[in-house]
């Protein structure tokens, strides 16, 4: 089988109801009145998009380019810019940045005096919270002594390691350079480098892994001295090169829908039994401490940064331009690189709160809702009640008077609809942004 947007049946045709929206190209710079009044919250975080990889792996879905000294200095400068621009436009807000992550693309690639720069200027345009994480991506091949040191001199405090696979025909399959030694040593170095959250990322549901390998991934990786580890199956989105090797048969296919769910219930298995608590369906932590922002993504308000990137203030939704040469023409003409906007309105804020915190963060209490959206839950529902109905008549949820939360049945069916909502929303957004830079109009699903 392979697991694209086809492979999620019924969770598929809710993430496309859910989710379904149209992205518009600005067409003047009244958008910087638009966003300034779209906030619905004072703490917010940044998102910085860094494109640039050495070299491209074959199943990648995100907005990246190949390395370029000159390029990755022009689009720094653009970077900067474009927080310029946000900070001037927003000052007297009273924002606050939280949280700031730094994804790509291979972050790691830029040196530690590249993101002290970036801070810098964060600094000088935003109120920065001193007790803000500000995570960063790396690649393990990129983690020496010294570099790793780098970082955390230059302000970052937390890093997420791109392990993916301890067994090397797995990294073999995806197309990464690192070697298993590689991460395993980065791994220490940022241990001995002082990060105060280190998370590594592992991938299963690879072509030809058994759930015996994956058991050992896991293992492998909870004899680690990290907090956080978090684990991804391999989507495959159709314009990557990977889905053509599996149409044309040579790379043999991913394991099957039972082994899917075998190896998503045997991950809690062998990470709670190592100590590390569930936070999220994918993502486990020996702290109460999470790397990631992935709240802010869903609920807002996140500014992203760079090409490719996107930002959610609560009720203003944008898409950057994910061409890296025009979003540094752009910007550095004093243009907010903005490619698709779109306004969301309170009945969609409901639902991408529901859906992150009950199919991502495995449950809510009905008191928080009631903070956040000043109602109680069943009056301002709407239609999705229908849909969380239907949850319950299947036992994927349980409710009663405080809490709604996910059956332990349901932990694989939200394990379905996330990745299916991934598939469908921010992949497509991805794909049909990277056809063309500026396209009139994005229509998703
Ligand atoms: S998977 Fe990571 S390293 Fe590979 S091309 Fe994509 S962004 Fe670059």
Not at 62 to 83: C, T
Not at 93 to 119: C, E, F
Not at 382 to 392: N, S, Y
Not at 396 to 408: A, F, P, Y
Request: charged share 25%.
């Amino acid at each position: 089988m392979i697991l694209d947007k086809n492979a999620f049946g019924i969770w598929s045709f809710i993430a496309k109801r859910a989710f379904k929206s149209t992205f518009l190209r600005p067409d003047s710079d009244s958008k910087q009145e638009w966003i300034r009044n779209s906030f619905n919250k004072t703490e917010i975080g940044i998102y910085l998009h860094i494109p640039f990889c050495k070299s491209l792996c074959p199943a990648c879905p995100y907005v990246k380019i190949l390395w370029n000294e000159q390029l990755a200095n022009n689009y720094l400068d653009a970077l900067k810019k474009e927080i310029k621009i946000y900070g001037k436009s927003l000052n007297g807000l009273g924002l606050k940045v939280v949280s700031i992550h730094a994804g790509g693309g291979t972050p790691s690639l830029l040196n530690p005096g590249q993101y002290k720069d970036i801070l810098d200027t964060l600094n000088q345009y935003f109120e920065v919270d001193a007790k803000s994480g500000f995570g960063m991506e790396a690649n393990p091949q990129d983690m020496t002594k010294e570099k790793a040191f780098g970082f955390v001199e230059a302000g970052i405090n937390e890093l997420s390691i791109g392990v993916q696979s301890f067994h090397r025909k797995n990294l073999k399959t995806l197309g990464r350079t690192h070697s298993v030694e590689d991460s395993l040593e980065a791994i220490v170095n940022a241990r001995g480098a002082g990060f105060k959250l280190i998370n590594i990322d592992l991938m299963y549901m690879l072509p030809g892994q058994t759930i015996d390998e994956w058991i050992q991934d896991l293992e492998i990786a909870s004899e680690q001295d990290v907090e956080e580890v978090t684990t991804y199956p391999l989507l495959v989105t159709h314009f990557v090169p990977i889905y053509q090797r599996f149409k044309a048969d040579s790379l043999g296919s991913q394991p099957s829908k039972r082994v899917f769910k075998r190896m998503f219930y045997t991950t809690f298995d062998v990470l709670e039994g190592a100590g590390y608590k569930p936070l999220e369906l994918y993502g486990f932590s020996r702290t109460s401490e999470k790397y990631a922002t992935v709240n802010l993504e869903m609920e807002g308000p996140l500014l992203g940064f760079g090409c490719g990137a996107a930002g959610f203030t609560g009720s203003y939704e944008y898409q950057n331009t994910c061409s890296v040469k025009e979003y540094i023409r752009s910007t550095l003409n004093g243009k907010l690189p903005i490619a698709g906007e779109r306004s969301v309105d309170v009945k969609e804020r409901i639902i991408r709160w529901v859906v992150s915190r009950l199919f991502v963060g495995k449950g809510f209490d009905l008191c928080d809702f009631e903070r956040e959206f000043g109602g109680k839950f069943s009056d301002k529902i709407g239609e999705f009640g229908k849909v969380l109905k239907i949850l319950r008549f299947f036992r994927i949820i349980r409710t009663d008077r405080e809490r709604l939360e996910l059956t332990k049945k349901g932990l694989f069916s939200a394990n379905l609809l996330t990745w299916s909502f991934v598939l469908h929303v921010p992949c497509t957004l991805a794909g049909k942004y990277s056809e063309t830079p500026w396209p009139p109009k994005v229509v998703i699903p």
